[in-house]
Every structure is written in C-alpha cells, then in structure tokens.
C-alpha cells in the first residue's frame, strides 16, 4: 500500500516562512493532480491548493500571492512554499494525490502552527 508521507511543518512566528513536502513511499500512476488541504479546529478541511498533470495551479482566495505549489512528478512528491503566514494559516496540513482512476492517497498531516 502506498502512503504519502509528510515534512516541514513547525511553529514559526507571523510573517515568517514554511516549505512543506509530501512524497510517495511507492510509485503511483497516472496521477491527475495533487493538492494541498489544510484543517484548523473546529472547523471544516478545505483545499489550499492544486496542481494538475499538465502543470496548471490554483489556490483558495485566502492563500493566493502568499503559497505557491510546485512538484516534480518523477519523483511523486509534491511542495507548498508558504510565506508571510498569518496566525489564521495553522492547521494541520494533509497532501493527496488524486489518480485518474479515482483513487485518492491522503498524507497523515503534519501540524503548521502561527504564532502571533
């Protein structure tokens, strides 16, 4: 079974900055995209930001011009570069792949917390 294991996140004071990473322990095929999710207490997870296949991005209102995705598809991992982080950005952060066939791989998160 394939995981997605997860690194870099920490506690970093606001404004600072965090890269996380997210590999595969295995080889997945035909991926479609890969995205980031985050989830903070109490509230709902929601998606952060996204790369397609064909390399196209997209990203919530609230993280645009502050995080950018990147991956390297050879490799199956995937990063999101988060700067001048805001105290609203903790939550624990949870990677999937989503392969063309339906099949979603999730991370088991890994905790960004923004000191104020």
Sequence with gaps: QVQLVESGGGLVQNGGSLRLSCAA???????????????????????????TSGGSTSYADSVKGRFTISNNNAKNTVYLQMNSLKPEDTAVYYCNFHAVIGVNYWGQGTQVTVSS
């Design 25 to 51: 322990s295995g080889i997945i095929f035909n991926i479609n995209a890969m995205s980031w999710y985050r989830q903070a207490p109490g509230k709902q997870r929601e998606l952060v930001a996204t790369i």
